[in-house]
DNA sequence: TTGTATGCGTTATCAG
DNA sequence: CTGATAACGCATACAA
């Protein structure tokens, strides 16, 4: 079933169908007729040959680290959620947290395959920058402030900097932290820059020596807030760079009849799904994941239209989640 | 950039490329000489155009009914494993718990859109097999057995057995029961059948006032907790039919100090990601859901390459992993 | 407003 | 083994 059998039935041009089908340059008259027909036989034009003729696929390329996430499978649901009701579709590409892999989707995507790409890195290396740089369509980042393309980031500073406030505001004094290495940026960097900060412009000393990192899993809050309970002057609070970690926290203090939040407050950062459910519920903050989804579906899309627009940084707020670990 | 701007600078034809790039049949001579232009210009066939006229899009659409949820991110982490290492891309499309959308993905994807789909639906109703009959390219489901596709599932009758039996190997005898209702055949249907057949196989009396039903959620498994024990006769352990109901359980005992499992076993099944980390640890089972991914995808691999090949049923086991809470 | 003719970049056919 | 050439199904410039 083509253009030219409905044009045929309905007594008029492909051209017409053709026409009836995009601008819709066509009089009352034979747009009826045309529209009985297409309902008669359901036709549906074939996509392949309209992307060959306008050089677009209609598909958005979305490449990731892994799929099994809290944070990332928000993300998707919004991107998707969006562009449902914009005719486009999604393209996955699970790098399964291996960069060769992104940079080798980062390039086959570039041959007339999708419209455009986000990108969901854990870093953006010189490598990246130079491919993107190269491919002839956008691409934007989510979770990531990137100089040289559009993306949307979280208020990784100024959540941890409220996070401390609210701490601080319950009458805790001696906060520990638990964090992560500074060669993740958000996570290393800022978040704890927002502690420190937070700490010093409320004329509380910070002590390097209540901050200890590890990796992004649950053991490092367990090994590391055993470390920080035996120490000579216990921290009455626990700042948590990630929910992850901070469920390692609490597995520790329940396991060992540290009460919480009465000998020792808890929170993390994240308002990953497990933190409403364990005993007790845990403090912490919402980044908005999904609405980054929805935001970084509409900034491709835009860019798409109008490639020339300039690069944008979105930065999304964040909310304090608090529950009864503090 | 153009199969014919190559076959110029090689002094080929076009066809000569082409085979190059597809059967091979050609001389070494002009092989030769074709890579050295494609290597130097970097020249990439136009996929839009090879599917105009192959027919085929070296795509797979992937229908899910949410993307944030445990098991249906494993799924899609195998499936993507998978169909990496053969040259297919995965197109998702997420319905978003919308039944309509189901649907209408169904029929998008049939004009030439994909080469085969994977469905992942919660439940496939006579509309479904009405489209599905009447689509062009091969369909398989996954996460429920289907008896006029292709399906892979999992073993919920097994999975229960397997689980009331440890119940019972432990000493337990009065078991309680928090499932779904019925219309869910895989998890409202089939695990309690396990529970009670293991009960009876046991000479144990199945007592239907113990079986209660409630959705999908926490607040299932945390109210319904709640009534089983207030009962004059208490149970002394909860099958809870999934994980997710299990953490509600666990949260009214912890919350009443109901000291699981020296007062009340809570065992759930599905093995999410939170089972390990709440207090206690979840006992409960693993359906391989990632491997259900990967075989789905080389199911539908299959039925793209023999569409004649024969409906099959593939039933994935599970293991039992025993953890503190029972 | 309408129809005709052309080309998008490939692959497949067929005669050499 | 090779090279013209005809589709594939559509969108659009152009002429009417």
Redesign the interface.
């Known amino acids: 079933m083509t253009i030219a059998d409905i044009a045929k039935m309905a007594g008029v041009s492909p051209a017409a169908v053709s026409r009836y089908l995009n601008d819709g340059y066509i009089s009352d008259e034979k747009r009826e007729k045309i529209r009985a027909v297409i309902e008669k036989t359901g036709y549906?034009?074939?996509?392949?040959?309209q992307?060959?003729r306008t050089?677009r696929?209609k598909?958005i390329g979305?490449i990731i680290p892994?799929?099994?996430?809290?944070s990332i499978?928000?993300i998707?649901?919004g991107i998707?959620?969006q562009l449902?009701g914009e005719d486009y579709?999604?393209?996955?590409?699970?790098t399964?947290n291996d960069y060769n892999?992104e940079l080798k989707f980062l390039r086959t995507f570039n041959?007339?395959?999708v419209d455009g790409i986000i990108l969901i890195a854990t870093t953006v290396t010189g490598e990246h920058r130079k491919i993107i740089k190269s491919l002839k369509i956008p691409v934007i980042a989510i979770g990531q402030k990137v100089d040289f393309i559009s993306s949307i980031y979280h208020d990784d500073y100024g959540a941890a900097y409220a996070m401390t406030e609210r701490l601080l505001s319950k009458g805790y004094k001696k906060l520990g932290y638990i964090g992560v290495p500074d060669w993740d940026i958000a996570v290393g960097v800022d978040r704890l820059r927002g502690f420190r900060d937070c700490l010093e412009d409320h004329g509380i000393p910070f002590e390097q020596d209540k901050v200890l990192t590890g990796m992004f899993n649950?053991d490092n809050g367990y090994d590391n807030c055993k470390k920080l309970m035996s120490m000579k002057k216990r921290p009455d609070a626990i700042f948590c760079a990630t929910d992850t970690i901070a469920?390692g926290a609490v597995?520790y203090l329940?396991?060992h009849g540290i009460k919480i939040p009465d000998k020792v407050a808890v929170c993390g950062l994240g308002n990953g799904?497990?933190a409403g459910?364990?005993?007790p519920p845990l403090t912490t903050a919402d980044y908005f994941y999904k609405e980054s989804g929805v935001e970084g579906a509409k900034m491709i899309l835009e860019k798409i239209e109008n490639p020339k627009s300039p690069v944008l940084s979105l930065m999304l707020g964040f909310e304090i989640i608090e529950r009864r670990s503090i």
């Open positions: 549906v034009p074939s996509r392949q040959a992307q060959l050089k696929t598909l979305v892994k799929i099994d996430s809290y499978s928000c998707i649901a998707s959620e449902n579709q999604i393209l996955l590409a699970n399964d892999n041959q007339d395959f649950m469920l597995h329940n396991e799904k497990t459910v364990i005993d």
